[in-house]
């Protein structure tokens, strides 16, 4: 099952149009969640009931509106709706839980400050069990490429799982992009390095790391990008021509996955196209 937030904004309609696309592909039914956030409202010590009953009747409202969304785009979905109680990142974190992929929109102000996510999107992607995918900017053509994030270890596994799936479902190609950097220590007076052996093994370590799963993807047509770049530089520059970029989430203790990896947050706030978050267990 994909789940989706609904709040009647731009970003929640676009996240919904693609958790319907996805749903479509993956042959899996879609819930629609809206959370009632009531603890704004409640200043006076007790609120007019009038005020809870219009606030269920406008989340049913938005509800139907994203319901009417993917019944008008992918009418062979099964949908389902679902208004909760509570903080809308609580709830969508809840819903995760037995979710397959949670979908998420970007709530970027345009300029400089659309840097910066919507917190319901970086809590979410910080804190879900299953892969999270944001939803930034306007909806692109269709570039038939899927860009992930690899590293010289095998923890970056989950997320070329994902992202070859994805390129799967799509008839995409995979572009495994792995950026890196000399260490200061070859600035060194007298240090001597050769600048093509480091390429050369750097592309090894990529090959090596994407092995395994090329072989159960063994149809798939897959593109090694390797780049001396920094990983979040190398990934954003390579979102400008994708459908989706993939990274790995590194937080191994409850602090680490409300912050996420630096590049899982630099590629959130920067890249040109949506992303998705895969957990590392």
Known sequence: MIVTGFDGSTAARAAVEWAADDALRMNTPLR????????????????????S???????????????????SRQPT??????????SPALALREEAVQAAELVVGSRGLGGFAGA??????????GYAPCPVVVIRGERGPVRGEIVVGVEDSPDCAPALAYAFEQARLRGSTVRAVHG?????????PGFVYDLDDIKN???????????????????AIVVEDVRQQHP?????????????????SHGANALERAL??????????????????VPIA
Request: glycine share 6%; net charge negative.
């Open 32 to 51: 629609i969640v809206h959370a009632v956030d009531r603890w704004p409202y409640q200043i006076a010590k007790f609120p007019p009931p009038e005020w």
């Open 53 to 71: 009953d219009a606030m269920e009747q406008a989340g049913e409202k938005l509800l139907a509106e994203a319901e009417g969304i993917v019944r």
């Open 77 to 86: 979905v099964t949908v389902e709706t679902r208004l909760i109680e509570g």
């Open 116 to 125: 910066l996510l919507g917190s319901v999107s970086m809590h979410v992607a």
């Open 180 to 188: 890196w950097q000399l260490p200061v220590h070859v600035y060194s």
């Open 201 to 219: 093994r750097q592309l090894k370590a990529v090959t090596e790391t994407i092995t395994a799963v090329r072989k159960e993807h063994p149809d």
């Open 232 to 248: 979040v530089e190398a990934l954003t520059e390579a979102s400008k021509q994708a459908d989706l970029v993939v990274v790995g």
């Open 260 to 277: 996420l990896g630096s590049v899982s947050r630099g590629v959130l706030h920067h890249a040109h196209c949506p992303v998705a978050v």
